[in-house]
């Protein structure tokens, strides 16, 4: 029972190493389209994250201001 073991896990080994896989039938192939996050393209994504960092940095600045902490 237990004396070609070593023998047996090669052969099934290889024949799965020989399989070939093909992708289910009807299911989309990988297309080159172009990749977009939200809908935008990169200029867009960058112009809406510098105004972000603008408003954050007056938002910022104006808090400092109010509480004194700097002066002008």
Known sequence: MFDDLRNDAV??????AQAE???AAGTPAAQGRPRRIFGMTS????VIV???MI??????FLCLFVFGKIAL
Do not use: D
């Open 11 to 16: 052969k099934q080994y290889e024949e799965q």
């Open 50 to 52: 510098f105004l972000l």
């Open 21 to 23: 896989y093909y992708p």
């Open 43 to 46: 200029i867009q994504r960058f």
């Open 55 to 60: 408003a954050t940095c007056v938002i910022g």
